[in-house]
């Protein structure tokens, strides 16, 4: 799983965090926040890294 930062580097609230996981091959990607209106998700297949997200991103547990 991974997830982005909940804090800005300004050390604000972001409008939106990213999060995604990979079951079975296959990333269920997620945003959140009041700026997107809510909850989105898509289904994609991992990029070359193995990884769901794109960049320096934390892995959650």
Do not use: K, W
Request: with cysteine; aromatic share 4%.
């Amino acid at each position: 799983m991974q997830v982005t930062p909940d804090r800005t580097s300004a050390n604000l609230t972001p409008g939106s965090i990213l999060f995604s996981a990979l079951v079975d091959g296959t990333c269920l990607i997620g945003q959140f926040g009041d700026e997107v209106g809510g909850y989105h998700s898509t289904q994609a297949r991992p990029i070359s890294t193995g990884q769901c997200l794109i960049g320096a991103v934390p892995s959650a547990g």
